[in-house]
Structures are given as structure tokens and as C-alpha cells.
């Protein structure tokens, strides 16, 4: 076995090479792994769950490689499923959510990547965001709540999410395998200057108005979903507000899960086996942030920060595709300046494959 300067490798070598990629292995498949005990373990019934995968790109956007520049979502999401206790004392507490027979459950596995804009340097440039990967797990509940004439008047979302910043998020070894061996990108070369370990907490809370619009025209249903949230953690803080447009064959098709904080949806359709559907959406979020460790640095330990922007927005369209259980989404994404110093906004693309069981 040879490396590119035709120097052989040695034992170590190839053995940290092997555990990197088994590693790797792990991080991407495990999820899968769980998720389809969890579907068999499930009872039967004709109520349905739903098995998302996000991956959030910019290559698949602007075709840069920078800034928000990589996250990937695994998302559970079951009718059914019995409320964790500690998340239902913990909404027991927030007098804006409510947990009850129809509250919904998910559970969300994800890491996200961030790079200054030139990768292929080894140092950190100062004027530049911090090199950082988050990986974390969360759990959720979405209560739809309904009018008097049983009509859906909104949504509430209550999600925590726990993870880890630094090394441990395994930021380096994951872009560096997707380069070498998926991209063909160049080699980032600056992940020894990321930020150090912390523990993340996020605590999120979420309203959409997903039928405070509609109207529809011939074949097409329409719909404009104003939406609202607040996230409180070492993570982030933040207040948004937005509002997504939304057109498609079929009234009961809910837009696609994202990577926070984008302009989110729970991924559930209704709609009927044996018929092709379709929709498309535009949306518009703005919010204040008060903390971003990605662009704040490390809350317990100096690090590498730049001067944030604290009005940001991002800006968003898409398509989905529908075909009895599956649906296939695409959505690019224009996100504002995050700090004073940024070259340009950030575009990115998300592909999301959702499976109904």
C-alpha cells in the first residue's frame, strides 16, 4: 500500500487509517442501524412514522466550500410514540406548549461543519470564523392544536438538543474522509484550530401557523404558514419569525425537515398510496441572534471569535416529489452576512429522503 509521494505506509499508519474510516462508518450507519429497530419494534397500526435524512451542502447551493458549509439530519418521527418523561415534565413548564393525545414525538441525530472561507490554510485567519463541528441528538415534541370546528389552528414545537463542540464532534475526520473520497474537494487543512471541547444545550420552542392562508385554484392547494421561535442555549440564542409560501397537489403535505435554524417542517404527509404528488414552497425567516458559539467562540475558554451580525436572515425555495411512502425534497437556501467581516452571503443546497412507515 502506497500513499501519493510513494512512501510505504506503516503499521500504525494503515491501522489509523482503518480506525478513522470504521469511525466514519459508524457515525453515518449507526443511525440507520437504530432507526430500523426502532420501526420493527413498533406496534402496527394505520397511524404512520416518518424516517428523514437531511444533507445540507454548499456545494450543492453557490458551489463554494465555506461558512455553514456541511450538515447532516437523521429524524424519527412518530404519531404514536409514547412522551420521554423529563421532556413532558419540562413542557408541563412552558405555559405556551401543551402535551396531549395528539402530540407527536421525534428524535433527531445530526453534525454540522463550519470553515472559514479559504480551506487549504493551515492557520486561522483572524478576521475569519472559527473552524467548528457540532454533533448532537435531540429530542422533540409538536403538538397540533385545533379550532372549534376541528380545524387546524397551529403547531407548537418543543425540542432539546444536547451535543458537543471541538474535536469530539468529529468535524476533521468527517470532512476530510467526504473530500478524499466523495468530492474530490481540496484537503481542509486548518481543523487544529477549532474551537475546544463544550458541552451544547439548546433549548427550542416553535409555532407554525400551517393553514392561516389557503386557497385553492383548480387542482393546486395554496397556503402561506407564518411561523415564530425561540432558542435559548450555550449554542444558540436566538429570536425568528418568517413566513413560508407553499403550493401543491395535495393539502395534507407538510414542507421537509432542515437543519436549524433554517425555516423547519415536521417532513409528515398524508397523502394516499398509488398517486404521484408534488409541491413547492418559498420562505422568508429573519432573527436576532444573541449568541452563535460558531461565530462567538467557546463560552468557558478563550478561542478564535469574529464580530457577529445580529439581524440575520435567510431566504429559501424548494420542491418535493411524492410517491406512496417516499418523498424526495430539494431546497436551496440563501443565508445573510453571520459576521461583520464576511466576503459574501452563504448559499446552500438541501437534499432530504423521507421514508413512511
Do not use: C
Not at 462508518?25 to 394505520?46: C, D, K, M, Y
Not at 451535543?163 to 473520497?181: D, M, R, S, T, Y
Not at 420542491?319 to 445573510?336: A, P
Request: charged share 20%; no cysteine; glycine share 8%.
Amino acid at each position: 500500500m502506497y500513499v501519493n509521494n510513494h512512501l510505504p505506509l506503516t503499521n500504525k499508519k494503515i491501522i489509523a487509517m482503518l480506525h478513522e474510516k470504521e469511525t466514519l462508518l459508524l457515525i453515518f450507519f449507526l443511525p440507520l442501524v437504530l432507526f430500523s429497530g426502532a420501526v420493527r419494534g413498533q406496534e402496527t397500526g394505520n397511524h404512520k412514522k416518518y424516517l428523514s435524512f437531511s444533507h445540507e451542502n454548499d456545494l450543492l447551493g453557490g458551489g463554494a466550500d465555506r461558512y455553514y458549509t456541511s450538515g447532516n439530519r437523521f429524524t424519527w418521527f412518530d404519531s404514536k410514540t409514547k412522551v420521554p418523561s423529563g421532556i413532558d415534565k419540562l413542557a408541563d413548564k412552558i405555559p405556551t406548549f401543551d402535551v396531549n393525545e395528539n402530540t407527536f414525538t421525534f428524535y433527531t441525530l445530526g453534525q454540522n461543519l463550519y470553515t472559514p472561507a479559504d480551506i487549504k490554510l493551515s492557520y486561522q485567519p483572524e478576521d475569519d470564523r472559527p473552524w467548528a463541528a457540532f454533533l448532537y441528538g435531540s429530542i422533540g415534541l409538536a403538538t397540533p392544536s385545533y379550532r372549534a370546528d376541528s380545524s387546524l389552528s397551529h403547531v407548537d414545537e418543543l425540542e432539546i438538543t444536547l451535543g458537543v463542540v471541538g474535536p469530539e464532534a468529529l468535524g476533521k475526520p468527517v470532512q476530510k474522509f467526504i473530500h478524499k473520497n466523495v468530492s474530490d474537494s481540496p484537503a481542509p487543512q486548518g481543523w487544529d484550530n477549532q474551537l475546544d471541547f463544550e458541552p451544547g444545550l439548546i433549548l427550542l420552542w416553535q409555532r407554525r401557523f400551517p393553514y392561516e392562508w389557503e386557497k385553492q385554484f383548480g387542482s393546486v392547494h395554496a397556503r402561506m404558514e407564518p411561523n415564530l421561535s425561540v432558542a435559548l442555549g450555550n449554542i444558540l440564542t436566538s429570536a425568528s419569525v418568517g413566513a413560508t409560501l407553499v403550493a401543491g397537489s395535495d393539502r395534507a403535505l407538510d414542507t421537509p425537515p432542515r437543519v436549524r435554524p433554517a425555516i423547519p417542517g415536521t417532513g409528515i404527509f398524508f397523502s394516499k398510496n398509488g398517486k404521484f404528488n408534488w409541491q413547492v414552497f418559498a420562505g422568508i425567516d429573519g432573527r436576532v441572534v444573541g449568541r452563535n458559539i460558531f461565530i462567538d467562540g467557546n463560552s468557558f475558554s478563550n478561542s478564535h471569535s469574529v464580530d457577529k451580525e445580529y439581524l440575520v436572515g435567510d431566504l429559501s425555495t424548494g420542491i418535493s416529489l411524492f410517491y406512496n411512502d417516499y418523498r424526495l425534497s430539494y431546497t436551496l437556501n440563501v443565508r445573510s452576512k453571520e459576521f461583520k467581516d464576511q466576503e459574501e452571503e452563504s448559499i446552500f443546497g438541501s437534499v432530504t429522503i423521507t421514508k413512511r412507515f
